[in-house]
């Protein structure tokens, strides 16, 4: 068991070895001190700072400041020793690179460039000759900008069926690179940036916008994007299309009504083209202008009409890339012609006005009309019959109605009962006053059928007397009646 473990922890030990040495190789490569980048404008001075704060054991000799350009090219600029002292080997810095400490030291030996160029940037390199490590070194990265000329314009065309350049944008010597990009609704494509170094180290971008233009594209706005690292934010460079193509013509203002006799009709020859057509020309068919016609530019007025203008009239418009003209035929009638249109919708309007007026006054007067006969005529059901008693009923001989009369109408409900007096002889029953009925008219006539409720009543009414009065043989003063009430 103890082989064992002796056997497992070699490999823990061998880790840890190779944990050291890595951590001290990592210590190694960061005595030097340096700063990754600087950035800098052509111009300026340069700091360049190197340190070997902690050496240890460690015994320098010699420091020395390197140019590692961008092709791989090393080149000695900046030489302290402690015996030997400075020196500035010949470089593309020469007279301008120093040791800011005079005399410098190993500990410390950072150095300035003045007049910083565009040609100076690239990788430096601050090396120890150090014993007995060797060389210990730390690298500064020296970048360089500078702030591009941008510019973008349009590019003159001519209306077509396929792409070219309509606009081209350039961001000139720059560092770095520009990025350029397109915003439009246009439908092309923006060309991919092609870069070009110039002899000063900085670069030129160009990009252009292919499209295929048509007369309508003429004037569209298409805009050009530019980022750089010196910018705050990206630049926009708005511009206009410039499509060239030949004139477009249309004659407007005949009314086809030119009728003898009219005065001051005139035509407009309305015209389109870039570039812009320098004059229009007018023309008759029959080859010549009346007196009564004058021309002014892209207007052509006719004084007053009459048979001469009979005719045909012709816009011509002519640019650098063509010609484009438009014509209209002159018919001259001996009367004016009548515009019925607007007068018929006038007429229509008007009628069916007066027929809403028309039926809104008939409506207010059926339902006033109906209102008051609710109010004030007789009543449209049928009176209830008369209640059966078991003592007493009543009848009513109806009064003559008056056919003149057709609102009059009897109260059946208000009858009274009267009493035969001669009849009674004392207190026997056979003596007993007997009451006389009379029936009560139901208001009505013959052929009208009675609920059966009213049959079955009367006579039940029969029945319970031994004799039923005729209402024929009754006197006035045997009898009551209600008086017709006139409405």
């Known amino acids: ?25 990592g210590t190694l490569a960061q005595k030097v001190k340096v700063e990754p980048e600087v950035v800098s404008y052509p111009g300026q001075t340069v700091t360049l700072r190197c340190q070997f704060p902690d050496k240890g054991q460690t015994q320098l000799t010699q420091v020395s400041w390197i140019l590692e350009n961008s092709s791989g090219l090393r080149t000695n600029i900046a030489v302290f020793h402690p015996t030997f002292g400075v020196n500035y080997p010949l470089s593309p810095v020469q007279g301008r690179v120093s040791f800011t400490v005079d005399p410098p030291s ?4 950072t150095i300035q460039i003045t007049d910083i160029a565009l040609t100076d940037e690239g990788n430096y390199v601050c090396e120890y000759a150090a014993y007995p490590t060797g060389n210990e070194k730390g690298v500064t990265s020296l970048v360089l900008l500078a702030k591009p000329e ?29 990025t350029l990009t397109w915003v439009t609704n246009l439908s092309g494509n923006g060309t991919a940036p092609v870069q070009a170094s110039n002899s000063d180290n900085t670069v030129t971008v160009r990009s252009e916008y292919l499209f295929t233009p048509t007369a309508a594209d003429n004037g569209k706005e ?78 052509l007025t006719v004084r007053k009409v009459d048979d001469s203008v009979n005719t045909t009239f012709i816009c011509e418009v002519t640019n650098v ?9 002159v018919f ?18 008007a009628i069916i006005g007066v027929i809403l007026f028309i039926a809104l006054i008939i409506t207010i007067v059926v339902v006033v009309r109906k209102q008051r006969m609710n109010r004030d005529g007789p009543p449209t059901h049928k009176p209830p019959p008369p209640k059966k008693h078991t003592t007493v009923s009543y009848n009513a001989v109806p009064a003559p109605i008056s056919n003149n009369d057709p609102f009059a109408y009897y109260e059946t409900q208000r009858v009274e009962p009267v009493t035969d007096l001669d009849s009674y002889h004392g ?52 009898s009551f009646m209600s008086a017709p009430m006139i409405v």
């Open 222 to 299: 298409i805009t050009c994007v530019v980022s750089h690292r010196t910018l705050a934010r990206a630049e926009n460079y708005p511009m206009k299309l410039v499509v060239q193509y030949p004139p477009q013509v249309q004659i407007v203002g005949y009314d086809n009504n030119w009728y003898v006799g009219r005065t001051n009709v005139v035509l407009t020859c309305q015209y389109q083209g870039n570039p812009t057509p320098p004059t229009v020309n007018w023309k008759m068919s029959s080859g010549f202008m009346p007196d009564s016609v004058e021309v002014a530019q892209n207007k």
């Open 427 to 478: 207190d026997d029953e056979d003596d007993q006053p007997k009451m006389i009925y009379h029936n009560t008219s139901s208001g009505l006539e013959d052929s009208e059928i009675l609920p059966p409720y009213y049959e079955r009543d009367m006579d039940t009414e029969i029945c319970d007397n031994e004799q039923q009065p005729n209402p024929s043989t009754l006197s006035k003063e045997d």
């Open 321 to 329: 890339l063509g010609t484009g003209k438009d014509q209209v035929s």
């Open 332 to 349: 001259v009638r001996e009367t004016p012609l009548v515009e019925k249109g607007s007068a018929t919708g006038s007429i229509i309007g």
């Open 106 to 109: 190993l500990e410390n030996p």
């Open 1 to 25: 068991m103890m082989r064992d473990s002796g056997s497992s922890s070699a490999p823990g030990l061998s880790l840890l070895l190779l944990l050291f040495l890595l951590t001290a190789r």
């Open 150 to 178: 941008n510019s973008a314009s349009p590019i003159t065309v001519t209306a077509g069926n396929s792409p070219v350049p309509v606009a081209q944008c350039v961001s000139a010597n720059g560092r770095p690179p520009a």
